[in-house]
């Protein structure tokens, strides 16, 4: 079976710091695409970046990037000069061949003032 | 224009009534999908559809029931509710052009089955 797995149920960190956030997947597939989706409290799912897993450079969106290593099947996502704004949960998700999109257990994450 | 609405926004059962949620959306995307969402589970895929005529299973589709009648609609049907179906139920629709594109969410259906 096809998982994604983020291994961090929840984090904290201060406004303005570097936080990443991991995601795992597991697949026999060579190509398919891998999103971050973010959910604030009001709960409206937000897509925030995506990778095309043949594009060897790593997607970038103004403060948010991801660091993508194939070979290991990680897709983490780096978040820079984090905002209270981005105080939300973020799952990873993963795009199969036959158009399933399958989502991780997400990470919520508190940006502190 | 206003991308993926369901209806409806909250609703509460008793243990074996029916009822379906109906989503809709107006961007003439090919792609539809239904999620559940439970505390520390993510969002699993329920059904999804890739075309009007069609339906597939995903992760959970057990007790649930899909129909996708006319393109810009998908219905998700319950027969019979069970406690454990309580959820917050999401909508998503997607376009054709590659499968890179975003998913568009609608705003939940938060559903109690008591």
């Known amino acids: 079976a096809q998982t994604v797995t983020q291994s961090q149920p929840e984090m904290s960190v201060q406004e303005a710091e570097t936080v990443t956030l991991s995601c795992t997947y597991d697949?026999?597939?060579?190509?398919?695409?891998l999103f971050w989706y973010k959910q604030p409290p009001s709960r409206q799912m937000i897509l925030v970046i995506r990778q095309e897993a043949y594009k060897q450079q790593n997607a970038t969106e103004n403060r948010f990037s991801v660091n993508f290593q194939k070979a290991a099947k990680s897709f983490s996502l780096k978040i820079s000069d984090s905002q209270l704004g981005d105080t939300a949960m973020y799952f990873c998700a993963f795009m199969f061949r036959d158009d399933k999109i399958i989502f991780g257990k997400g990470t919520r994450l508190h940006i502190l003032p | 224009n206003a991308g993926v609405t369901q209806t409806p926004k909250f609703r509460v059962l008793k243990t074996g009534q029916s009822m379906t949620l109906l989503c809709a959306q107006d961007?003439?995307?090919?792609?539809m999908y239904w999620y559940r969402q439970d505390p520390g589970m993510g969002l699993r895929l329920i059904h999804y559809?890739?075309?009007?005529?069609?339906?597939a299973k995903g992760e959970v589709p057990d007790g649930y029931n899909v129909s996708r009648l006319k393109k810009q609609n998908f219905l998700l049907g319950l027969e019979s509710a069970a406690p454990s179906q309580t959820s917050v139920y999401f909508c998503?629709?997607?376009?054709?052009?590659?499968?890179?594109?975003?998913?568009?969410f609608g705003p939940g259906t938060r559903l109690t089955v008591l």
């Open positions: 998503a629709s997607r376009g054709p052009s590659g499968r890179g594109n975003e998913q568009f």
């Open positions: 559809s890739v075309g009007e005529g069609t339906t």
């Open positions: 697949t026999s597939e060579s190509n398919y695409y």
């Open positions: 961007m003439n995307h090919e792609y």
